[in-house]
């Protein structure tokens, strides 16, 4: 197919029914189980995932857990709550926070935090980690700020190095990964699949943790970009309010979206530009397109290359002798 | 100053490597020497070992991506490095 702005058009109904075909023969043939388990995040990706899998096996096989915790953003538990009523299924309401607490995922973050900023206090400042703006208006390379945002308005960044960041991270992680052990109890208990909710932009650009939601049993929706995720999730009846949220991670009490988080441009031109990285359009064709420089489609390419290769391990099994 | 450059990449970055493996002027990020997290670990070696700040703006692959530049970057700061 040419390339041009409508390359990511999918047509709805087709891809509908052949993701369900997909989660029917994965889920009974397969794993020859009774249902999917689904966390639900209030987001756009677990609703749409949810959605398929109802129309795939029905809502009385599909069970939706929503997992909370203190630092979640306030709207995630009454959109996922309204989703799961559209769609008919059955909910488990799970709030993380005393797991996360005993774990010390808060008390860990807190260390950190004041060594960069003394004053700061968790139960009245919100955090978020993020990027430099639009790498296609910067050449900054990828380096994480922390910044606290005080109840008065005042924020302060402070540049990550290597050791906070990589205690913050692990910390975070935790929260993803304690909601794979939930779902796998649900799935087990039940003797139903984990359903996976990564789609293809977060899966090739390793914007997902490692046996968290990373950890499932199937991926249907992995093929697509974000930008069809949304179009998908839209023709399926994804209730507005989803449709319209900013993708987000929501692990951080600050808000922050995907895109200052992690993927430092608009979905709409990400994918786009993931699409034409990945099928070696020219690079001629990219700039009359999307009516970018050189310059800027290279630092694109780069940042995704250099993103693909440090996340290599996040889509394969791990390495070892077997043959 | 560029063998302790060097011999940060190499401790660091290629410890499966040869020193004359290293070409000063391979570029880090296209090759994959350095990925994004490895580039928070060079900023806190060059912070820590020649003593400068680096400012938000200057954190870009001309000043970065390879010993060369990154001997160019340190003369800018006021560092004295040795020649090639």
Same mark, same amino acid.
């Given at each position: 197919m040419d390339f041009s702005k409508k390359v990511l058009k999918i047509e709805t109904e087709a891809e509908a029914e052949r993701i369900s075909r997909f989660i029917r023969e994965q889920v009974l043939a397969r794993y020859k189980r009774k249902g999917v388990v689904v966390g639900?995040? =209030? =987001?756009?990706d677990s609703a749409l995932m949810a959605a398929l899998s109802v129309r795939a096996?029905?809502?009385?096989k599909v069970l939706g857990l929503i997992m909370p915790e203190k630092e979640s953003s306030p709207v995630s538990e009454p959109y996922g709550r309204e989703q799961a009523q559209a769609l008919g299924i059955q909910v488990e309401y799970i709030d993380l926070t005393p797991l996360l607490s005993a774990l010390g995922v808060y008390e860990k973050k807190t260390r950190v935090i004041r060594r960069l900023c =003394?004053?700061?206090?968790p139960d009245r400042d919100k955090t978020k980690i993020s990027l430099p703006g639009n790498l296609l208006e910067r050449a900054e390379l990828n380096v994480f700020s922390l910044t606290v945002e005080k109840p008065d308005g005042t924020a302060h960044s402070f540049r990550l190095g290597p050791e906070d960041f990589r205690s913050i991270y692990a910390a975070q992680n935790i929260k993803t990964r304690m909601r794979m052990i939930q779902l796998y109890y649900h799935g087990e208990k039940n003797h139903y699949v984990v359903g996976g909710t990564t789609n293809r932009t977060e899966m090739e650009q390793g914007f997902f943790v490692k046996y968290g939601d990373g950890g499932v049993d199937i991926e249907p929706i992995a093929h697509l970009y974000k930008t069809q995720v949304l179009q998908l999730a839209r023709s399926m009846g994804v209730i507005e309010r989803i449709l319209k949220r900013r993708p987000s991670p929501?692990?951080?009490s600050g808000e922050v979206g995907d895109e200052e988080f992690y993927?430092?441009?608009?979905f709409e031109i990400l994918d786009l530009l993931l699409y034409a990285w990945n099928h070696g359009v020219a690079k001629d064709r990219i700039r009359e397109v999307l009516g970018l420089r050189d310059e800027q489609i290279d630092r694109a390419f780069r940042d995704f290359e250099s993103k693909s290769r440090a996340t290599w391990h996040l889509r394969c099994v791990a390495p070892s002798l077997m043959s | 100053m560029r063998e302790k450059i060097r011999e940060f990449i190499l401790s660091r970055f290629?410890?499966?490597?040869?020193?004359? /493996?290293?070409? /000063?002027?391979?570029s880090f990020l296209e090759t994959g020497v350095i990925d994004s997290t490895g580039v928070v670990e060079l900023l806190a070696f060059l912070e820590a070992e020649f003593e400068i700040e680096v400012e938000d703006s200057e954190i870009v692959p001309e000043n970065l991506d390879s010993v060369d530049s990154l001997c160019r970057y340190l003369e800018s700061k006021g560092v004295t490095v040795s020649p090639p």
């Open positions: 639900i995040s =209030g =987001g756009v096996l029905g809502a009385e =003394g004053d700061y206090e929501d692990t951080w993927f430092r441009m608009p | 290629m410890l499966d490597a040869k020193p004359e /493996d290293l070409k /000063d002027g391979i």
